[in-house]
């Protein structure tokens, strides 16, 4: 879906985004608390999206309800937004409205296959992971998902998805070679397989920024030394 249009703005719906005259739409208490509060909880992640030229494409896997899809967009970067969670992506489609921007929106899983996955409940501005029950969603492996779709290909990623950032990345290795930067949030049970990835993809570690809450945004940059022959990494598995 391509939003752009803005919508009519009700009274008392949205609040202020701690970045620019950008708004989002405050019905919840994780939007009005949280999620409005976005460019200061995570100052490198604008900073990540700052050094994006005006033009490259962002894909920003695991979008919530868009605040840095907006900060992105505003300053000019094609983004592409992956979102699954229903109630999540209404938000982030109505938050693009909301400020008279334009973005692609989609509300697939990226993963390392391409099946039907299910996400648990919840509002507006909450994290979501996969589940075995709940709400019925599309996974798509990004190397499928491009081209079946004809999608601009990425320079740039941004990945937040609670627990699945190593499926993400193994699932668009096609396009992991062009990239030229990459920030992914990982916690300690998915750091290992999501470093060792990186490193065979030909990427470095420009920065780490751990937060309180347990995380980590891991920031890479292209490595001078050459990444290992396809066929070495191809069929990695961190089990």
Same mark, same amino acid.
């Given at each position: +879906?391509?939003?752009?249009? #803005?919508?009519?703005?009700? #009274? !008392?719906?949205w609040v202020n985004l701690d970045y620019g005259d950008l708004?989002?739409?405050g019905e919840t208490? +994780?939007?009005?608390? /949280?999620? *409005?509060? $976005?460019?200061?909880?995570?100052?490198?992640?604008?900073?990540?999206?700052e050094g994006i030229p005006a033009g490259d494409t962002l894909y920003d896997i695991g979008a919530n309800i868009g605040a840095y899809t907006l900060?992105?967009? $505003?300053? !000019?970067?094609?983004? /592409?937004?992956?979102?699954?969670? #229903?109630?999540?992506?209404? @938000?982030?489609?109505?938050? &693009?409205?909301?400020? %008279? &921007? @334009?973005? =692609?929106?989609?509300p697939v899983a990226l993963a390392n296959y391409t099946d039907m996955v299910h996400i648990g409940p919840g509002e507006p501005g909450e994290t979501h992971s996969l589940t075995e029950e709940g709400t019925s969603v599309m996974a798509w492996? +990004?190397?499928?998902?491009?081209?079946?779709? @004809?999608?601009?290909?990425? %320079?740039?990623?941004?990945?937040?998805?609670? !627990? !699945?950032?190593?499926g993400v990345l193994a699932g668009g290795?096609?396009?992991?070679? *062009?990239?030229?930067?990459? &920030?992914?949030?990982?916690?300690?049970? =998915?750091?290992?397989p999501v470093v060792d990835l990186m490193l065979r993809l030909g990427f470095c570690i420009d920065s780490a920024h751990p937060h309180a809450s347990g995380v980590t945004n891991l920031?890479?940059?292209?490595?001078?030394?050459?990444?290992? #022959?396809?066929? =070495?990494?191809?069929?990695? %598995?961190? @089990?």
């Open positions: +879906m391509t939003v752009s249009s #803005p919508p009519s703005n009700p #009274p !008392g719906r708004k989002i739409l208490r +994780m939007e009005r608390e /949280v999620r *409005s509060r $976005s460019a200061a909880k995570e100052r490198e992640t604008v900073a990540f999206i900060i992105a967009a $505003s300053r !000019g970067v094609e983004v /592409v937004a992956f979102e699954p969670d #229903p109630a999540n992506y209404h @938000h982030l489609v109505d938050n &693009l409205r909301l400020n %008279s &921007l @334009h973005a =692609t929106v989609l492996r +990004m190397d499928e998902l491009v081209p079946r779709f @004809h999608l601009p290909r990425p %320079s740039w990623l941004k990945v937040d998805v609670d !627990g !699945g950032e190593w290795l096609r396009y992991m070679h *062009s990239m030229k930067g990459v &920030l992914v949030e990982v916690c300690q049970e =998915t750091e290992k920031v890479w940059a292209r490595s001078t030394l050459a990444p290992l #022959p396809v066929w =070495t990494w191809i069929e990695y %598995s961190p @089990h």
